[in-house]
């Protein structure tokens, strides 16, 4: 396993990220983190470590610079500029189609919170997208994007987060996509439960495992 400290060349910025890369993976997942949140987001980290166990490449970074993060936290300047956090995906997945370690591997967004529906605009608009997972996100945010989503997108939702549950089934009706919606019993909107994130990172690889790993043909 390599584990590599990166920068990430963006809108004349560079954000920080952890590049973690298992012996022989054959696609790469990238993490996309929702508002208050970082590369080192406990939650992402421990989903992270279970994909790299089922032997995928991971990638965590920051949407924003240290600065861009303290202004957010007064007054959510950035945290639901879904376009500004798009658009630094997209150059982000650009990045690693450069990385010869990178280059040939499938594509995966996982995305929480507003993070989801930066990962949907993305995949939109850029074609190395295979597959999407989201975890309490907030899919509805990606709006006009939807139904031009073509990767296959798993929507995860915690039980008793009955507002996004409602937010989510919106917005898989908008989609065009394969898409299937996963509610986990018992979790709430940060899958804090004991058991809930296992069963996320569960979900998880098995949906990036049937699209980026053995697609059904």
């Not at 500004?84 to 591997?105: E, H, K, M, N």
Request: charged residues 20%; proline residues 5%.
């Amino acid at each position: 396993m390599q584990t590599l400290q990166v920068e990430i060349p963006v809108d004349y910025v560079k954000l920080g990220g952890i590049l973690e890369i298992p012996d022989d993976s054959r696609a790469v997942v990238v993490f996309v983190h929702g508002s208050g949140s970082s590369r080192f987001s406990p939650r992402n980290r421990q989903v992270a470590a279970g994909l790299q166990h089922a032997g995928f490449a991971t990638l965590l970074f920051d949407l924003l610079t240290l600065e861009e993060q303290r202004h957010d936290d007064v007054d959510a300047t950035y945290r639901f500029n879904i376009p500004l956090l798009a658009r630094r995906l997209s150059a982000t997945l650009g990045w690693l189609r450069q990385r010869p370690d990178t280059a040939t591997l499938r594509v995966g967004l996982f995305g929480a919170s507003t993070g989801a529906a930066a990962a949907l605009v993305a995949a939109a608009e850029v074609s190395s997208v295979d597959a999407i997972v989201s975890r309490g996100g907030r899919p509805d945010l990606a709006r006009a994007a939807l139904p031009s989503v073509s990767a296959p997108t798993l929507l995860i939702v915690g039980g008793l987060d009955t507002e996004v549950i409602r937010l989510n089934d919106r917005a898989a009706g908008q989609l065009t996509c394969g898409h299937r919606v996963e509610i986990v019993p018992g979790a709430t909107h940060l899958f804090e439960e004991p058991g809930a994130l296992d069963e996320v990172t569960r979900l998880a690889a098995g949906w990036f495992a049937r699209w980026l790993i053995a697609p059904l043909t």
